[in-house]
């Protein structure tokens, strides 16, 4: 072997990145290797059509840990994000709309027009899901322990949690255990009684999901919202200057200031193990690269059913990868549009953009509507009426699209991996469609103002970014999935069967979505197995 490095890393998306980042300032010699030609994985920004840059995969920020900006200085690479206000905007087929800011008052004032009891139970509510959102960032942010017992390295883990959950209120406690296993509906419904506000929690809830309003789980992604924020703020979205790419370009550019290689258009083809131990990697095109230790930033199906030889793993760690739960049923698609779209529930002022153009545009009349999109997913089909989530990045960054014009993302539920009748290629155009003509029930202009389309289907995120079954969050955000549980019990720690080998991505603890702690995590795993490093500590 040519060449030699402490550690590879498989796979450039932003929780590589990070671990890259860390193993670097650690004094490690890191080597990245990304398949495609750009760094980013899922975060990214690509130029779809003249003058326009799209978030094509991941599309809004708010969970990406600020402890990771200020160790890298990512703001002085161009990282930058513009609060989302209000946070979300949702019209509804009768002329009302939500207008959700993320301010306890304000948004008691959008629901006493659907309901004054919701209006009134709003704060009890919040405050109870930032309490259970302390206890869940407390877990994220460290290593989940061995169960039934743990080791005496997971002590401090284990103590920091039961801290934590001391402060919580036996209640509290009860309905920590109902968000992480019930369905989204089943939770809100004692909660709210008003239809419209009842749509906005579930739409939160099955976002990426492979489920619907009431499959065990989805309550769950709730706390999304109540983990992250922007400049402070709990449940607001932020829009990254540049599009979701500048994160990873930011953080490329520090990892790239630490000394790490970073390869595009480089395919790992095997991840190489020798006995029990990993010894490095080879390329597709055969040249291999020996390491002290490897970092998976793939997801768990691909890592160990893929990359690694079949013979290499337990017989059991096998199976239970084998039974990993990977589908998705999300599709990003992107819209030029040559002006703003015109809501009927409000109307665009003298062509200028409102509050309605700044958040998060939720397109969804009733939980009903989300069932019933599931009910024929489920079965293999691409739903007749999908709900849709947008975004109109150019509102806020006007370095996205040309000079009056604007590119809508539009995040999209609910259509399989796996369609029981005809292809995904060929149902593209009909997707694009029925999307178009969604959210033309609220903004008739907008099937007008269409100049250009384009679909990532569940096959495409799989083919395109690697995410196995077309999932999201590399896996389903399920409750035998998380935690000490993610990807298999017995491995919730970053390590894997193989001596050396480590799993980075959303496929280990916490999960998915944009914010970088599973990379930071297992960063912290690797920098306790490696002898002869420099001090890399990373605060917990």
């Known amino acids: 072997m040519k060449q030699k490095h402490d550690v590879i890393v498989v796979g450039a998306g932003h929780n590589g990145l990070v671990s890259a980042c860390y193993l670097a300032r650690a004094g490690l010699s890191v080597c990245m290797l990304e398949q495609r030609q750009v760094v980013g994985g899922a975060c990214v920004t690509e130029d779809l059509w003249p003058g326009y840059r799209v978030s094509t995969a991941s599309y809004v920020s708010t969970l990406f840990d600020p402890r990771i900006v200020r160790d890298f200085e990512l703001e002085r690479h161009g990282y930058r994000v513009y609060r989302q206000e209000p946070a979300f ?36 509510f919040h405050a109870s899901l930032k309490r259970l959102a302390g206890l869940t960032r407390t877990i994220a942010g460290r290593r989940a322990p061995r169960l039934p017992v743990p080791r005496w390295s997971d002590l401090p883990d284990v103590f920091a949690l039961l801290g934590t959950a001391r402060r919580l209120s036996p209640t509290d406690l009860a309905r920590f255990v109902e968000v992480a296993t019930t369905g989204i509906l089943d939770f809100v419904e004692p909660w709210f009684e008003s239809e419209a506000v009842r749509a906005f929690y579930c739409a939160q809830g099955v976002i990426g999901a492979y489920g619907g309003p009431r499959t065990p789980g989805t309550a769950a992604l709730l706390l999304h919202d109540f983990l992250g924020g922007v400049e402070g703020a709990c449940g607001v979205w932020g829009v990254v200057r540049g599009g979701m790419g500048a994160i990873t370009q930011a953080l490329a550019a520090a990892a790239g200031g630490l000394g790490v290689t970073i390869r595009t258009g480089a395919r790992v083809g095997e991840i190489l193990v ?103 997913a489920k079965v293999g089909a691409f739903c007749e009426e999908p709900m849709v989530e947008c975004c109109l990045h150019s509102v806020l960054d006007d370095s996205v699209a040309p000079h009056g014009k604007h590119v809508l993302n539009c995040f999209v539920q609910y259509g399989t991996r796996h369609l029981r009748a005809g292809s ?17 029930r609220y903004a008739p202009n907008v099937p007008r103002a269409v100049e250009a389309w384009h679909v990532y289907t569940p096959e495409d995120l799989e083919r395109e970014f690697g995410l196995s079954g077309g999932n999201i969050y590399h896996g389903a955000m399920i409750p035998e999935q998380l935690f000490c549980f993610r990807p298999v019990a017995g491995y919730a720690d970053h390590r894997t069967p193989i001596r050396g080998l480590y799993l980075c991505g959303a496929g280990a603890h916490p999960g998915g979505g944009v914010w970088g702690l599973a990379g930071r995590n297992a960063a912290r795993e690797i920098l306790r197995d490696l002898p002869g490093r420099r001090d890399g500590s990373i605060s917990t």
């Open 274 to 376: 020798t006995g029990d131990r990993v010894r490095g990697v080879v390329l597709d095109d055969g040249d291999e690269i020996a390491a002290r230790a490897v970092a998976s930033n793939a997801d768990p199906r691909r890592t160990f059913l893929q990359l690694v030889p079949a013979g290499a793993l337990p017989d059991e760690f096998r199976a239970a990868i084998e039974r990993y739960r990977s589908l998705g049923a999300s599709l990003k698609v992107h819209l030029a549009l040559g002006e703003l779209p015109d809501f009927t529930a409000m109307p665009t002022a003298g062509g200028r953009s409102g509050p309605q153009h700044r958040g998060l545009i939720v397109l969804c009349p009733s939980p009903g509507y989300i069932e019933r999109a599931w009910d024929q």
């Open 89 to 124: 905007f949702q019209p509804f087929p009768d002329g009302r709309s939500l207008l959700l800011w993320g301010d306890e008052s304000r948004d008691q004032i959008e629901y006493r027009k659907f309901s004054l009891r919701d209006a009134e139970r709003l704060p009890e």
């Open 424 to 440: 995904w290629q060929e149902l593209k155009p009909v997707v694009a469609q029925r999307v178009i003509e969604v959210i033309g």
